[in-house]
């Protein structure tokens, strides 16, 4: 199992670094139209509930125990970046309430995928950490949701650098398991 979770380090480099170049663009230009919002999260939302599925797909990621939440994480990363794309006029505060459910939903499935990692890895804590913020971050835009969108690309934006950051180091520690667990694929 460990040797199958510690192939799977791409998946997190690809999500961690799709998040943060999305928190980065929305911290550069916080006044960009609705539509580019919806847009940009709709992108950043199908390529991490792809990367997810394909993994699945292929058989490397969580392949018993916890496969469930890794599909429903690619499933929900799907449904909510087609969501966004099928109606770009949506209004700010069904944005903000649409990037609430998606947050608290994937958050919430980091967590129980990190609970189930404890027993295999030792860096299960990058993905509870990355759970929590984005939990933390939908409550936030949930208790405050008058704050505007402006605001919210700032929220957005710091949570999607704080969860690729923990996502990237969580690929990092998957990636040295992985040279460790295989060395003779890595000199090929």
Known sequence: MLGLVAR???????RGTAAFIFGI???VSPGPTLAVLVLLFGAYA????ISLLVALARGD??????AWATGLMGIAGIGFGIATWFWPGITAMTLLYLVAAWSITVGTLQIVSAIEFRREIDGEFWM???????????VL??????SGLVSLVWLVGIWAITSGISSLALSVRL??????????????
């Open 25 to 27: 663009l929305a911290l």
């Open 141 to 146: 835009l949930v208790a405050f949701p008058g």
């Open 175 to 188: 990636f040295q398991l992985n040279r460790q667990l295989y060395p003779a694929a890595q000199a090929a």
């Open 128 to 138: 509870a950490l990355g759970g929590v913020v984005s939990i933390a971050f939908g």
């Open 8 to 14: 799977d380090w791409w998946v997190y480099a690809i």
């Open 61 to 66: 990621i969580l392949a018993r125990s916890h």
């Open 46 to 49: 199908l390529v991490d509930g």
